[in-house]
């Protein structure tokens, strides 16, 4: 099967959240497509780190760029737009994947909800405006991929701040998708990547310390994820085996 076409040796990749899990995944196997890959992460040590591991695939330390960035901060994904297209002259492919898991519950804390949706959603909000109008006027492919999870599909109760999140960058995909494709010219392509249960850094915040069977790897996902976009899929499903009789209810964009 055919790659997207904005995945190519030489077009340039942005991720966000990229200093670990599916984020980090997803740069290593671009550098290893032979893509420029620039990661941005909050968390500027870890991302150094990371950046060194891509590097490394990539054989050529200058395909790689490392921007600590603030995604809930509108200033720094400007910054990191004005860095990416300095450094590699375009940016063929934006993965708005920053996250954090939020366990708002309704009546809970709202400091917790605004910092679940200052990342969650104006992150990804933030990631399209900056890169949308640019990759559009671009003229070449691209493609912006925003990740959404499965609990904003399934919205089970007792994590409300995060599925309100992730079911707003549903939308926010949505709306981006229509935009695209009714811009004369654009070659740019949307995707909603749901990942269902994934065992990295953020399932551990939550308590998960062993791979629960049915888990995803974040390898598992950036190659899923690869392959829907190279077939046009617009709903990028990545589903567990995780189940609940609330979760079956609203299964059904969900089943795979
Ligand atoms: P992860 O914790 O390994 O990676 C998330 C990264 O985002 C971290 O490196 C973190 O430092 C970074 N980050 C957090 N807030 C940030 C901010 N404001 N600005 C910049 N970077 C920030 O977790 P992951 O599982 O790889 O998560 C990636 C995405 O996948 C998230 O959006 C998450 O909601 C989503 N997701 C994960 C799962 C899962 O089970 N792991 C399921 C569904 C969706």
Same mark, same amino acid.
């Given at each position: 099967?055919?790659?997207?076409?904005?995945?190519?040796?030489?077009?340039?990749?942005?991720?966000?959240?990229?200093?670990?899990?599916?984020?980090?995944?997803?740069?290593?196997?671009?550098?290893?497509?032979?893509?420029?890959?620039?990661?941005?992460?909050?968390?500027?040590?870890?991302?150094?780190?990371?950046?060194?591991?891509?590097?490394?695939?990539?054989?050529?330390?200058?395909?790689?760029?490392?921007?600590?960035?603030?995604?809930?901060?509108?200033?720094?994904?400007?910054?990191?737009?004005?860095?990416?297209?300095?450094?590699?002259?375009?940016?063929?492919?934006?993965?708005?994947?920053?996250?954090?898991?939020?366990?708002?519950?309704?009546?809970?804390?709202?400091?917790?909800?605004?910092?679940?949706?200052?990342?969650?959603?104006?992150?990804?909000?933030?990631?399209?405006?900056?890169?949308?109008?640019? +990759?559009?006027?671009?003229?070449?492919?691209?493609?912006?991929?925003?990740?959404?999870?499965?609990?904003?599909?399934?919205?089970?109760?007792?994590?409300?701040?995060?599925?309100?999140?992730?079911?707003?960058?549903?939308?926010?995909?949505?709306?981006?998708?229509?935009?695209?494709?009714?811009?004369?010219?654009?070659?740019?392509?949307?995707?909603?990547?749901?990942?269902?249960?994934?065992?990295?850094?953020?399932?551990?915040?939550?308590?998960?310390?062993?791979?629960?069977?049915?888990?995803?790897?974040?390898?598992?996902?950036?190659?899923?994820?690869?392959?829907? +976009?190279?077939?046009?899929?617009?709903?990028?499903?990545?589903?567990?085996?995780?189940?609940?009789?609330?979760?079956?209810?609203?299964?059904?964009?969900?089943?795979?």
């Amino acid at each position: 099967m055919a790659a997207h076409p904005a995945i190519s040796p030489n077009r340039v990749a942005v991720i966000t959240g990229a200093a670990s899990g599916i984020g980090l995944a997803t740069a290593k196997q671009l550098a290893r497509l032979g893509m420029r890959v620039c990661l941005a992460d909050r968390d500027a040590d870890v991302l150094k780190r990371s950046a060194a591991e891509v590097a490394e695939i990539a054989g050529d330390l200058t395909n790689v760029l490392s921007v600590p960035t603030d995604v809930s901060r509108r200033e720094e994904v400007e910054r990191l737009k004005d860095a990416a297209i300095t450094t590699f002259g375009e940016v063929g492919f934006v993965m708005n994947n920053a996250g954090v898991e939020g366990r708002g519950q309704i009546f809970g804390d709202p400091e917790r909800w605004k910092a679940t949706l200052d990342t969650n959603l104006w992150g990804v909000i933030h990631g399209v405006q900056v890169f949308g109008p640019v +990759m559009a006027e671009q003229g070449t492919p691209g493609a912006i991929v925003n990740t959404g999870s499965k609990q904003g599909i399934t919205t089970p109760p007792g994590d409300t701040a995060y599925n309100v999140s992730k079911a707003g960058v549903k939308v926010v995909t949505e709306a981006l998708a229509h935009e695209l494709r009714n811009r004369p010219n654009c070659q740019v392509t949307a995707h909603l990547l749901i990942p269902g249960f994934v065992y990295t850094g953020f399932t551990k915040a939550r308590g998960v310390t062993e791979k629960p069977e049915g888990a995803w790897s974040p390898d598992q996902v950036a190659a899923t994820l690869l392959a829907g +976009m190279a077939r046009g899929d617009f709903y990028i499903l990545c589903p567990d085996n995780e189940t609940t009789p609330e979760m079956d209810r609203k299964r059904i964009r969900w089943a795979a």
